[in-house]
């Protein structure tokens, strides 16, 4: 008696994260219209199109999960992507995704950009594909690190400048924000004098509306935090181990009034 052949019903899925690993990628819009019209060209019957707006090199994506669970239930038994690499970038659900060929549950996988079919090499060549993909987001890592290594090294801040300061990103530095560095000099002075509670100190913050980088006003809290940061002594912490920051003096370490002295 001859076996009848299940009829393949495909998932399109769709990713495409805000991580430096997917800056070249084709854009969400980009990749359902190619895959709208590569599976009009093959007859493929997809059943549902999913989104998914993450990165892919940790596992337990919601959507990329749930689709493999819908697979396993007989909802689809096929998966159109642009790419392996949409599917994963780390071994956990690029696993999963051959243990599902393995078991029987996924029958196929279409890529318009890469040869695959459900055979020994074909799976092997996944595999691969699979591999250069993790492979690409642990290369990105070490460099990204290696970089802010350097970077730190030579004085320069890696992260969001403090209140009172602003993110250059044209020279890529931290400067005096104009507008915020009369009024954090001020809760300086205040400190200084030796009269003032560190509640007084956040009132004043709070009282002429400071905010941060994020547009948040200043909680009377954070007044603790912005008089002990080492920043506006010359020095920044990071990964554990304090730097000097390049714009301060070998010989002395510039205070905060020092260098906010002509606003």
């Not at 992507?81 to 949409?86: E, N």
């Not at 320069?156 to 209140?163: L, N």
């Not at 008089?227 to 510039?254: D, K, M, V």
């Amino acid at each position: 008696m001859d076996k009848v052949t299940q009829p393949q019903k495909f998932f399109l899925y769709a990713r495409k994260s805000t991580d430096v690993e997917d800056k070249q990628v084709r854009s969400i819009e980009d990749q359902i219209t190619e895959l709208r019209a590569f599976a009009k060209q093959e007859n493929l019957n997809i059943v549902d199109e999913l989104i998914e707006k993450q990165s892919a090199k940790i596992p337990s994506r919601p959507i990329f999960n749930d689709m493999l669970n819908r697979i396993e239930r007989g909802e689809a038994n096929g998966v159109l992507a642009w790419h392996p690499d949409r599917l994963a970038r780390n071994s956990v659900d690029g696993g999963r995704t051959i243990y599902l060929l393995d078991c029987g549950h996924l029958a196929m996988l279409k890529f318009p950009t890469f040869w695959m079919e459900i055979t020994s090499q074909g799976k092997f060549m996944l595999n691969i594909a699979f591999g250069q993909s993790k492979y690409y987001v642990d290369s990105l890592s070490e460099n990204t690190k290696r970089g802010l290594r350097q970077k730190v090294k030579r004085g320069e801040y890696p992260s969001v400048a403090p209140v009172g300061y602003i993110n250059d990103s044209r020279n890529k530095t931290v400067v005096v924000d104009k507008k915020q560095a009369p009024v954090v000099r001020k809760a300086f002075e205040l400190y200084a004098q030796g009269d003032q509670r560190l509640e007084d100190i956040g009132e004043f913050l709070a009282q002429h509306r400071l905010v941060s980088r994020s547009g948040k006003r200043i909680h009377i809290s954070r007044a603790t935090f912005i008089l002990s940061n080492p920043f506006y002594t010359g020095l920044f912490r990071y990964a554990g181990e304090r730097y000097t920051r390049a714009s301060t003096s070998q010989s002395s370490q510039r205070n905060f009034l020092t260098e906010f002295r002509k606003f």
